[in-house]
């Protein structure tokens, strides 16, 4: 079959596309509205410069640092995203090859493969969770994670229901039954490779949820629970209160693009902090996370950590985002491309480039360690960071 790695993400993003079937690869892409802020995370890490130097560099480079209390080999965690049915072995790939290169993944709830599963490929997961159904329920799927291993609880709050898309949105079935089949045959018999891995699996895309799965033991589908989520109304700065104390350990809270809403998540108790917009899914002209990051990571870095998703490419990137207050990145849409490319293989492939990235990085700027990052590695140019307004409402 030739040669499967790939030298960049980029690459990794054109072997999705010509491996996958288009609502597929659709479904992967996403953005909100105009996209103008799925455009913005990945083009402000363009405007950023590096500050590098040409003598007395550090014949070696750190790279390892710990997140909610986890070793981790690199300052990059798998960031939990929804029905991985890009590959057979979806999740559990993606964990093995985290486990693989030393690193964290977060596991969605809206994830196709059970958190018993992916724990036991990678004991280093945080299972994510959204505000929704009963407190019953949340209350059962935190008692299910804890269970299983699961060593944080991420939480995520930076969705909108923005569905409508200047390019149309794909279509995804609620469930693969006949009529859906011949609905997505055409798009399907024209990527084999895609056909054939599922083949050799015996198995089709799976479309239910079973990390949501209710006091029977059945599993709602994808669309199912999503209407579920939508119908539940959002929660307080109470509800996250009662979510942390429930869960009683490391906690993240992901959405933050206000310091006054970092703010409240310190009081609410958490142990860290994501500076995200859903990869540009969410409210769209929210400015690129790399451009909030700066202020929030000087309003709580010192009392809670900052961790940053939205747009990550390259390990430069990764660099850029320490230098700026961050503790760590999340990446999203880099590893799926690289599960769509190649597996289990494709993903620590997308690790790997991320490691050289930052390696190359930390050579150039003459640092030895990412701990040793500053603002002062970065050039910013004027104007470029944003600030929402920090007030309470």
């Known amino acids: 079959m030739g040669n499967s790695w790939f030298e960049t993400v980029a690459h990794a993003q054109r072997r999705a596309r010509r491996r996958l079937p288009k609502s597929v690869y659709a479904a992967l892409l996403a953005g909100s509205e105009a996209g103008a802020t799925y455009r913005d995370n990945t083009a402000a890490f363009g405007e950023l410069g590096f500050a590098p130097h040409v003598a ?15 070793d981790v080999a690199l300052p990059v965690v798998v960031s939990p995203t929804g029905v991985q049915a890009v590959h057979p072995d979806g999740e559990v790939a993606v964990a093995r090859a985290a486990a693989a290169r030393g690193v964290a993944m977060g596991l969605s709830s809206f994830a196709s493969k059970p958190v018993e599963e992916v724990v036991a490929a990678n004991p280093k997961t945080f299972f994510q ?16 994670a804890r269970a299983a291993g699961a060593v944080g609880l991420i939480v995520t709050l930076d969705w909108s229901f923005s569905h409508g898309r200047d390019w149309g949105s794909p279509w995804i079935p609620e469930q693969l039954d006949l009529r859906a089949m011949a609905k997505l045959a055409p798009q399907a018999l024209s990527r084999p490779a895609w056909l054939l891995e599922y083949a050799r699996a015996r198995s089709l895309p799976d479309l239910t949820t079973p990390n949501l799965a209710r006091s029977d ?5 994808f669309f199912g629970a999503y209407g579920e989520w939508m119908s539940t109304p959002p929660p ?13 350990g490391p906690f993240l809270l992901k959405g ?11 009081d ?4 860290a902090i994501s500076v995200s917009n859903h990869g540009g899914n969410n409210l769209d002209t929210t400015p690129a996370t790399i451009r909030m990051l700066p202020a929030v990571a000087d309003a709580v870095g010192g009392e809670v950590e900052v961790l940053l998703d939205g747009g990550v490419r390259r390990g ?9 207050g961050a503790r760590a990145v999340l990446i999203g849409r880099a590893y799926l491309w690289g599960l769509a490319a190649a597996g289990q293989a494709g993903v620590e492939n997308v690790l790997d480039i991320m490691a050289g990235g930052i390696d190359s990085a930390l050579l150039g700027l003459g640092r030895s360690s990412i701990h040793e990052l500053t603002p002062d590695d970065v050039v910013v140019p004027p104007g470029f960071t944003r600030a929402p307004a920090d007030r309470a409402r």
């Open 268 to 271: 609410a108790g958490v142990t």
């Open 316 to 324: 430069g990137d990764v660099v850029k985002a320490l230098a700026l």
């Open 256 to 266: 933050i693009s206000r310091v006054d809403d970092a703010r409240r998540a310190v």
């Open 129 to 144: 969770m959204y505000w929704m159904g009963s407190k019953d329920s949340m209350v059962r799927a935190m008692d299910r």
């Open 56 to 70: 007395d560099l550090s014949g070696e480079r750190q790279t390892a640092t710990t997140v909610l209390g986890q």
């Open 236 to 248: 307080s700065w109470d509800d996250i209160r009662w979510l942390r104390d429930e869960w009683q």
């Open 217 to 221: 033991g059945t599993a709602p589908t």
